[in-house]
């Protein structure tokens, strides 16, 4: 059943498992729980092709904050969110000494949940033309990290690959590491604007909220990828058959039925339609805030 | 079964009473098909407080105009669905013989599918302000109907009722006319961005995609109100509970076990969830600009 | 000459005053400067008719703080500057026992200097519609302030004066105190982006960057009026004449001449134009952030 | 004098000099104008390096478009300027027989006079990835040019040179032809809004409102690329210092005291300012809808 799946979080993959199945051969699954901050992080790691091909995930690591209060207007544990992220961030990235990043964020900026990676960009303290100009004292004295940033906009606005475009301004500007900033689909509601997923893995095709579009990954790229992401939407198919799906469970369908079903609920219109919050705008605001934040605090940090 | 619908769409509530209840007491339904263009009109009159009872919708007029390819690119037929709102605007409103006239357009511009009403303001020709400054024959000379526009925002970002801003605006301004554009619900997805609503009867509360406002209608401010709506979204427990609906009355469950489930699915997290298309930034942008070349057409026209 | 200042700012009247002038009569001046934070604060009290004649004011109180840094992204003083706008206003709007405040905010949020007033509304925490829902005890609970806000759009927009929508909304929501923030002009291109002047005179016909509207103050309104401005413009007029006025005193030309000078200039097309530097798109975003800090600061204490 | 003009339009370069040097070498001006319309077209075709000096632009071609009414609202001669924008574009890019171009919206969409470029990209038919997805029967059938875009943003937002994205974009995209929408500087207040500048030349340092960024041209980029611009914006030390001269001259100073004053000028901070209309978000918006029509015209007759 797990192929019915759609969500780009690594941590729905594995919880999609049965609980016994603890050990699934090639993942491992570690969790750390702040009681303090109310904020989990859970990090999966995909070792090896056997492990991939069960998770549907490329081999890497996978960490989740989960942080229920961060699209919240209460400011409690803005700050220990912020800085949970760019530690995750670090242990990704590894010491940048200064080395140069470009940020993309993924993303349509017209269509709301889809605006997170614009959003973060919007902002970004960038600092690599500032460098180019004044130096590496400038730089130094003023404790900058080496950034730069785009927000490319969706193929139906370019008419071209987000690849093609990221891959033609890494040959020009050759920074070192390219982070990605979009909005993912989740599976369940409740991790829905409450979940940041980091992965050393970039982004693969059918990510975010269903644009067919190539991979970004160190594969492709040729130089390391770390995608951050917030789950803003679920896919609408999905919220159909799950919700049916465990009620017929509960109610003692056989499995033959339940496929029958859902089969029945790919084939309807709903297949290109997202379900999100009435509240998306003030949420994509928080969120995208604390996640610039803690990009900036990481850069500075690098120097 | 009816009042587990729902939808601001009074011919989606006409529909959903049984096919051979055809004469509901107290409701009319009469339909126009334009097939060079595509384009259906039907008319929902509810005559009295019989049929209001079994609408759930206040007496008076419904005209719905249905035109698959209103959010479409090709401009085939632009032209013709815009004088076909321009037209049913018309039959609502009377011969508004120049006399001022309010556009209100209701909802948040930083939610996507929920920015419909101040797209179309910002595309309204404006011209009381031009009047009072320069005059009745300027008025006159320019064919210019006579317009004042205002996009209020929501209640969470005014925290008054929009009928408190709007009462009072009117108080002062004296307009012979209101004209309310909204974003609506749908029940069924082929209906969202597809349909134009035009009623005489305002807005209600819990319309639009869920705020919990007051009505505006003529009772609450004074004048006429005219109401013209887009459905732009479909709530997301109804499309849960109306797929499965179907599901369920198909393989022979009894209405019981269809209440029972109906009702469990309201009890969860998606209450508060749209389901609305990806492209919906696009659908936006053509269908304000359809709905707002109506309005400028049909107030020129009024002179 | 002084009639041919245009300006928004108390200040820069006073200052086009001969210096040794000291003492203009109705008309006090004081100053506070904050040397660790680089502060100053002006306050100008006209006192009488014979002041507001000379002036060219209302009669009344403004205040005006001047922090270099304020556009700036370096943070070092903007705890002070947050403070010290909100310090003042209290002493404007006196102890506001948690009692109603409509806060509006002026100008045309598509003309990037001109968007100030629906910037810092966009940021403010909107409380009324949630006291009127859950009550006296959670506004205690919470420190709530009882705010409300709107953006109403300019004149163009609307077809309206807005004026008239602003007295119309108050007869409906009853606020105590209504504080009006707006984008103004200042003589002095230093002045822009550098300085917030609170007074509580309210607004006057052909402030902001020139929109012919009239006046919102107590005598309008029926109510007190705050207005919180920052100049981001710079008349086009204004730069021209001063500029060529300064360079025609120092080489030695006659008032005559310079008097001509003047009356062709303002002849010229651009009588509708205005100056402001290229990166004000930052600035705005920068001074919104504060101003809405300080008002939500301001609020939230006033319980 | 002529080095201190501070102008994008090759024609108000031209104007700068004497109206008896009506020939100057290397440079030849043509004019023509249709009485019906109001439409002026004047074309500067600098030959050789002698008309570069003089002009101090590039060799090339440089097309103006004069219009006064394109900012308008009347729609007189909407349908004439559009067609003539296409017709003089067809002009410059030769046959595209169908064959791809990218087109790039330069500047900053958050600074209104600067936004031309982001919205002419936002209404372009985009149709590269459908041609790649549907194949050129598709192609063919519905008339598409081959047609991609993007707003890069400016070196502010993004710590990259232009030319460095677009280069790498163009590496990895290959189109035949380029072509860069663009704000611009003019000298006069009557160009600003009113004109429309194609030329084949492309776009060099100091260009638009004043950033530093290298050429975009064909010998940057490696292909064809034609600039289409309108000036939005006078720079303020322009529109200072013009006045003044005028006056100046007109009233019988000799050349050292012009230039000992309009150094003067040029040394105070109005260097980073610029002068535009206050109405100017409705300008951008009609001439963006303008110019994006005559391009998606060119391009489907382009196949």
Same mark, same amino acid.
């Given at each position: ?25 090639? %993942? ?13 992080? #859970? ?76 959003? %973060? ?66 599976? #369940? ?61 509960? #109610? ?10 859902? #089969? ?40």
């Amino acid at each position: 059943m797990n192929n019915k799946i759609r969500t780009d979080l690594a941590l729905e993959v594995r919880e999609s498992f049965p609980e016994d199945d603890v050990e699934i051969k090639g %993942v491992i699954l570690t969790e750390n729980y702040d009681e303090e901050n109310d904020i989990r992080v #859970s990090t999966v790691v995909i070792k090896d092709e056997r492990g991939a091909k069960a998770m549907q995930k490329p081999i890497g690591t996978y960490i989740t904050i989960e942080a229920p209060e961060i699209d919240k207007s209460s400011e409690n544990n803005h700050k220990a969110v912020t800085e949970e992220i760019a530690r995750q961030l670090r242990k990704l990235a590894g010491d940048l000494k200064g080395e140069e990043v470009l940020v993309v964020g993924l993303g349509n900026r017209e269509v709301t949940p889809d605006a997170l990676g614009p959003q %973060v960009v919007d902002n970004l303290f960038v600092t690599r033309h500032l460098i180019k100009e004044y130096g590496t004292d400038f730089k130094e004295k003023h404790h900058l990290g080496n950034v730069s940033a785009i927000s490319p906009g969706v193929m139906a606005q370019t008419g071209m690959e987000t690849v093609e475009i990221i891959k033609g301004i890494i040959k020009e500007t050759q920074p070192k590491l390219v982070i990605v900033i979009d909005a993912l689909a989740a599976r #369940s509601i409740h991790r829905v604007n409450t979940t940041i997923q980091l992965t050393d893995t970039g982004i693969s095709p059918g990510s975010g909220i269903g644009n067919n579009r190539k991979a970004l990954n160190e594969e492709s790229l040729g130089i390391k990828v770390i995608a951050l992401g917030c789950p803003t939407v679920v896919d609408a198919a999905t919220i159909v058959s799950d919700t049916l799906t465990s009620y017929m469970e509960h #109610s003692g369908f056989d499995e033959t039925d339940i496929d029958k079903f859902i #089969s029945e609920v790919r084939e309807q219109q709903i297949d290109n339609m997202f379900v999100t919050p009435k509240n998306i705008d003030e949420s994509i605001k928080r969120i995208s805030d604390t996640v610039s934040e803690a990009l900036n605090t990481c850069f500075a940090q690098a120097v």
